[in-house]
């Protein structure tokens, strides 16, 4: 594709109407860094989509001046970082062109009132309409399939997915972690404005926060007086320091396994941010729904995408089902199955082949726990009071720092109710009998004639739905997805889609 360079709104149209192929968008104010080119190579590396860069100082976002008429500008520089890291356009509007004078088209955004009241909606007044209308006009102008914003802006970021959402935009935000300096302060545009000194102030700053992260690490709670009082002592000028719930910005709660802390400071003329990512425990997603919705199969290929552990519960009942049955233990029997829980221990160990295998007190059960035998039995089973209360302890001890996706029927209402998403995962009656049918792992299930599948499966979800202690059944604030018309990786993608929605990336970073 031949790379060109757009400067006026309706060559952006003309060439907008030529594009068949879908558009990674990259709004920029120049000055380009290393975090503009970590967002541009990212864009290039995730699709094949065509990558639209554009270089835009947008005066509507500056509350002072002087800021404006020194905010860096490096245009033929810009234009030869961005070309060679992927961008196959560049779109360099006037402000004439962005905001022409009487073209009553142009529409002022307002920023979310909740979101832009708190951190540097304080103190720069009208910053984040400015941003909410330039960016509404790009889209608009553009019309993306994906928009991609650094978390450095967290709130920014934050802001402009309400935008998205209230104006019913068809984009999706990608996002990138903050691309830090050597000496880990993140990397601006307006650094290029600050002296030793004043870089000195900032590293002390972003250094603290860093500080901070261990020591909630190991404490699990935040002192911001201290912080505060340790910065102020290094004269260092602070704006604001917060620690708030990442998403709604207010004030954090201990409840809130994810929270921020972000703070502005003063250097001079300049103004500078940075925030940490605090986190009790890493992410958890649970999938829940009934039997043959796609569960394993997607909860499988998601645990290998985001680099999880796979919590396979299902496969917990079933090899429990199993030692009873071998056994011939009763397990009607309270007391007796009560002594027999103690000593029984549930293993998870990766085969090598990208899957894992389950043992039960050592032995490993993967392929028998299967049959048709075991499926016909583990519902009942799994209604026994003591058996989930077992089981359920054992999923909460293996989830308990968290990083794993787990799958099952009770995973987002009883296991863990504070997992980050929660996922209902269900398909119809017909396509569950046929995928079970055609399931190469269950030999019984393959042999078995289609209405007779049909059958059992709604007996299985009678009694999943129905058993007294946690049914089957969608969390409140679970995501439905009914898997029929969705291939595997389709649904694979938007389960990753929403998880990326609600994890920042940052988070990854030890
Ligand atoms: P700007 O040119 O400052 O308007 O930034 C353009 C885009 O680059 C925004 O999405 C910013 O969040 C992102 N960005 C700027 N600096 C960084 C950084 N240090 N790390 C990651 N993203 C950044």
């Given at each position: 594709?031949k790379?060109v ?5 309706e ?6 109407n ?9 709004p920029t104010?120049g000055?380009l860094?290393?975090?503009?080119i970590k967002?541009i190579?990212?864009a ?5 989509n065509?990558?639209?860069v554009?270089?835009f100082?947008?005066?509507?976002q500056?509350d002072n001046k002087?800021d404006?008429e020194?905010y860096?500008q490096?245009?033929?520089n ?27 088209n142009i529409?002022f ?5 909740e979101l832009?009241?708190a951190?540097c909606?304080?103190n720069?007044?009208g910053?984040f309409?400015?941003v ?5 006009r790009l889209l608009n ?7 991609y914003?650094g978390e450095k802006?967290w709130q920014?970021?934050l802001i402009?997915?309400n ?6 935009l ?8 903050t691309?830090?300096d050597f000496?880990?302060i ?9 002296s030793?000194?004043e870089r000195e102030?900032i ?5 603290e926060?860093l500080l901070a992260?261990?020591?909630f ?5 935040v002192n ?18 917060e ?11 201990v409840?809130?396994n994810?929270s ?5 400071i003063?250097?001079?003329e ?5 925030h ?9 997603i ?11 199969t997607?909860?499988k290929l ?10 396979d ?6 090899a429990?089902?199993?030692l009873?049955k071998?056994e ?5 029997k309270?007391?007796?199955?009560q002594n027999?829980?103690k000593?029984i ?9 990208a899957?894992q295998d389950?043992?039960?007190n050592?032995?490993?059960v993967t ?12 519902s009942k089973?799994?209604s ?10 054992e ?7 968290g990083g794993l996706v787990?799958e ?6 009883t296991?863990f109710p ?7 995962l269900t398909?119809?009656i017909d396509e569950r009998?046929k995928r079970?049918?055609?399931d190469?792992?269950s030999?019984d ?7 007779k599948?049909k ?7 009678f009694?999943d739905s129905?058993?007294e ?7 409140n ?5 009914i898997?029929?018309k969705y291939?595997i ?5 938007k389960?990753?889609d929403?998880?990326n929605e609600r994890?920042?990336k940052?988070?990854?970073i030890?």
């Amino acid at each position: 594709m031949k790379k060109v360079i757009i400067r006026k709104t309706e060559e952006i149209e003309n060439w907008r109407n030529n594009i068949s192929s879908d558009i990674n968008f990259i709004p920029t104010m120049g000055n380009l860094h290393n975090g503009h080119i970590k967002l541009i190579s990212t864009a290039k590396d995730d699709n094949s989509n065509v990558n639209l860069v554009s270089i835009f100082v947008n005066p509507l976002q500056f509350d002072n001046k002087s800021d404006l008429e020194n905010y860096p500008q490096t245009i033929d520089n810009d234009i030869k970082i961005s070309f060679a890291n992927g961008a196959d356009a560049i779109f360099i509007p006037s402000t004439e062109d962005i905001y022409p004078p009487n073209n009553k088209n142009i529409k002022f955004i307002k920023a979310s009132l909740e979101l832009s009241s708190a951190l540097c909606g304080l103190n720069r007044i009208g910053h984040f309409d400015g941003v909410c209308t330039v960016i509404y006009r790009l889209l608009n102008l553009i019309k993306p399939k994906n928009l991609y914003l650094g978390e450095k802006d967290w709130q920014q970021l934050l802001i402009l997915r309400n935008l998205i959402l209230t104006k019913k935009l068809n984009v999706a935000i990608k996002s990138i972690p903050t691309q830090r300096d050597f000496d880990g302060i993140p990397l601006s545009s307006r650094n290029v404005n600050l002296s030793k000194n004043e870089r000195e102030l900032i590293r002390v700053f972003s250094n603290e926060l860093l500080l901070a992260k261990k020591i909630f690490q190991q404490e699990k709670k935040v002192n911001l007086k201290e912080i505060i009082k340790k910065l102020s002592a290094k004269k260092i000028s602070i704006e604001y320091l917060e620690h708030l719930h990442p998403y709604t910005l207010q004030q954090s709660s201990v409840e809130d396994n994810i929270s921020i802390l972000a703070g502005a400071i003063r250097c001079g003329e300049t103004r500078l941010i940075d925030h940490i990512f605090l986190m009790r425990r890493r992410p958890i997603i649970a999938i829940d729904g009934p039997a043959g919705s796609g569960k394993s199969t997607v909860t499988k290929l998601i645990a290998k995408k985001l680099k999880l552990l796979y919590l396979d519960t299902g496969a917990m009942y079933r090899a429990l089902s199993w030692l009873l049955k071998k056994e011939n233990i009763d397990y009607q029997k309270e007391k007796k199955l009560q002594n027999i829980l103690k000593g029984i221990s549930i293993m998870f160990k990766s085969n090598g082949n990208a899957n894992q295998d389950v043992f039960i007190n050592n032995y490993c059960v993967t392929n028998e726990i299967r049959s048709q035998e075991i499926s016909s039995i583990v519902s009942k089973i799994s209604s026994i009071k003591e058996v989930r209360k077992f089981l359920v302890e054992e999923q909460r001890k293996i989830g308990e720092s968290g990083g794993l996706v787990a799958e099952g029927r009770d995973i987002g209402t009883t296991v863990f109710p504070d997992a980050e998403l929660k996922v209902f995962l269900t398909a119809s009656i017909d396509e569950r009998a046929k995928r079970r049918k055609s399931d190469k792992k269950s030999e019984d299930s393959q042999k078995m004639d289609l209405n007779k599948l049909k059958e059992l499966i709604k007996r299985r979800d009678f009694e999943d739905s129905n058993r007294e202690i946690s049914p089957l059944k969608k969390a409140n604030d679970a995501i439905e997805i009914i898997t029929d018309k969705y291939s595997i990786d389709e649904v694979v993608d938007k389960i990753i889609d929403l998880y990326n929605e609600r994890i920042p990336k940052e988070t990854e970073i030890k």
